[in-house]
């Protein structure tokens, strides 16, 4: 998480597959924490579900 002013951003780094190509390695994401994005939080299993497309 980091703070962007009006609202938290969710930062993302793809974990690497163990035989992926270190060069097709998926970018960061940055996800606004806010409603719009958030479906649910669940801390108990420590897992964070988004509605956030590939293409955004």
């Known amino acids: 998480m980091m703070s962007n002013g009006p609202q938290s951003i969710l930062r993302i780094t793809p974990a690497a597959a163990v035989d992926a190509d270190p ?6 994401r940055l996800i606004p924490f806010v409603d ?3 479906v649910k939080v ?3 299993a420590k897992k964070i579900t988004v509605d956030w ?4």
């Open 53 to 56: 497309g590939l293409d955004y």
């Open 36 to 38: 719009q994005f958030i």
């Open 23 to 28: 060069a097709v390695v998926a970018p960061e």
């Open 42 to 44: 669940d801390k108990e």
